[in-house]
DNA sequence: AAATATTGTTTCTTTGTGAAACAATAGTAA
DNA sequence: TTACTATTGTTTCACAAAGAAACAATATTT
């Protein structure tokens, strides 16, 4: 995996922030480099012959394993000094590759993407760049190199800012889960408790929940709805 | 004016659409290049050695005369599609510069800012690319160059769900208004009518406007109060 | 001095929100 | 079987916010 200079755009990259949630917090996917005890978010490349969009899917695919999942782009990073040569060098050398002068070593302007999977049906695969990918509690992240630690930051700010609006959630779930599985979804991107009976009525209010029957049997209590939501637009 | 490549970051540029309140509509400043009938939003390129923010507001400043204003990033366009160096090309020979290969013709990312100034008080100069250079209004908008549509389009959504937040509005007013004269922006950036007892209640409520004498004698009826906004933190 | 237009404020009604109480029910323990 | 418990779905109540209309104030014109 050597990136060659004449397939690249250079001195542009992209970087994704994954939001996961394992039912009770959120959480995000972050690759470790070979040898280096390097963190960072998933980014990648833009061929020269490819939409933005389509090179952040791909790349993303071929990085974690994951395909099909909605990505949204939050912000566009571009302080002089984000880039750090030193560290890409040590990626490289870590992985026994030395190269003297390299593009992939120049001054990038990195435009963020987020995307929120399930995280309990994707199991992310690392690539050979990488040694581990896994998933980081969002409270408890280790640092990151470079501004990725703000790009995390930026990329939940937007995702707060939007979770309404979009229904984002929904990528977040299984196919059916119940009222309170999203609440806590809810709790765990805005990061605050939601009221118990408002936040009922305002999901159903919103009119994109199927209510079905309910086949969860979890304690000794009452058993509650399952839901899905309802299909409208599918994103291509 | 020729670009000099070793100067600037390669397939990177920025496109800025520029708001500005007429006391009626909602204007955008666009540029018309020498000879080709080409209408186009304000844009650059970014230096190698600076900021992207930094080299937006330069350009801005280089292109178009004005200087400190606030600038806020909104997207980034990467369509493959997106550039077509034939009409770059033209914006050049229009000009008497012929460049057979030029980076100037390669294809470009884009990253969207858009600003919001005082319409009354700036006075947009053209720079040495473009003959003209001019407010339309956003509703009445003449076909722009490659995808400068859709960025305007795309900068309106933008600057409408953040309105409220951030208190754009306050960049469009001379530093003494009305309170007709606010909800008047305010219902030229929606595109809807406020009520007007209501509207009062909440620019009041948010404490950020300083109530000052009624030295307004327009008409034959009651002076209105005028207003300005409290000074609270400054945008490097 | 009356008329008029517009502004600032108040009042009334409707809608939305937060908190608590009530009702329903699937399992558990006696 | 029957009481008990935990959790869910719904309702109620108090209060705040929002929309619409009415009222009061006032600078100018007639």
């Known amino acids: 995996m050597v990136f060659q200079a004449d397939d690249y755009i250079p001195n542009i990259s992209y970087d994704s922030v994954i939001f996961g949630f394992s039912g009770e917090k959120l959480k995000i996917l972050i690759l470790e480099y070979h040898n280096t005890g390097t963190f960072a ?17 791909r790349g993303l695919s071929e990085r974690t394993g994951i395909d099909q999942i909605y990505l949204e782009q939050f912000h566009t990073f571009g302080a ?9 060098r040590r990626i490289f050398e870590g992985q026994g590759i030395v190269m003297k002068d390299h593009w992939i070593f120049d001054r990038f302007i990195s435009v963020g993407y987020y995307a929120l999977i399930n995280y309990d049906t994707v199991s ?16 408890s992240l280790p640092e990151l190199m470079q501004d990725h630690n703000q790009i995390v930051e930026k990329a939940l700010e937007h995702l707060r800012n939007h979770l309404d609006q979009k229904l984002l959630s929904f990528n977040l779930l299984p196919e059916f889960f119940t009222m309170k599985d999203l609440q806590q979804v809810y709790e765990a991107i805005l990061g605050e408790n939601q009221n118990r009976a408002n936040f009922q009525r305002k999901m159903l209010g919103l009119g994109i929940l199927e209510r079905h029957e309910k086949l969860y049997s979890g304690g ?6 399952l839901y899905s939501f309802r299909k409208v637009k599918s994103d291509s």
């Open 41 to 57: 978010l998933p980014g990648g490349f833009i061929r020269k012959d490819e939409d933005l969009d389509r090179a952040v899917k």
């Open 80 to 88: 002089l000094h984000r880039s750090n040569p030193a560290v890409m």
């Open 124 to 139: 992310p695969k690392p690539d050979a760049l990488s040694d581990s990918i896994g998933w980081y509690n969002f409270d």
């Open 220 to 225: 000794s209590h009452k058993a509650p709805f």
